[in-house]
């Protein structure tokens, strides 16, 4: 059985202290039930978190310094089938060789749907 899916996003605002980013639900995001992916959800939390501790800078390939997460926390508390996701990932503490940045991914009427606790250090 093949299985195979899409995940999309985009970022809409990038501040020093705030990343958030959009996320249509699509077929290729949803789970056998029809909701999204719990997944899908983390990898979305997580690279807005990822894009918040990176600051200014662009991701490169092999690049020094880039924020890799040493730990991920989440809770699960809602899902939805249609619309769109909204990701905001702000610091929690902003840190030279630790960063912890806590992400909320919002809903429809922005119901909380995840709340995600990423760890960070800059790759060597």
């Known amino acids: 059985m ?3 899916g899409t995940i999309e996003f985009t970022i809409i ?3 020093d202290d705030e ?6 639900v699509t077929d ?3 789970n056998p039930f029809g909701t999204v992916h719990a997944g899908a959800m983390l990898w979305f939390a997580d690279v807005a978190a990822t894009m918040l501790a990176l ?3 662009q991701a490169t390939e092999g ?5 890799l997460a040493i730990n991920l926390n989440a809770n699960l508390v809602g899902n939805q089938r249609e619309g769109s996701l909204r990701a905001v990932a702000r610091f ?4 030279r060789s630790v960063s ?8 429809t009427a922005s119901k909380v749907l995840a709340d995600v606790t990423t760890s960070h250090v800059p790759s060597q």
């Open 63 to 67: 690049m020094k310094g880039f924020p």
């Open 19 to 24: 990343v958030v980013a959009e996320m249509p």
């Open 100 to 107: 912890v940045v806590r992400t909320q991914v919002l809903g």
């Open 28 to 30: 290729g995001i949803r």
């Open 2 to 4: 093949k299985v195979q």
């Open 13 to 15: 605002e990038r501040s």
């Open 55 to 57: 600051g200014k800078d």
């Open 92 to 95: 929690v503490k902003k840190g």
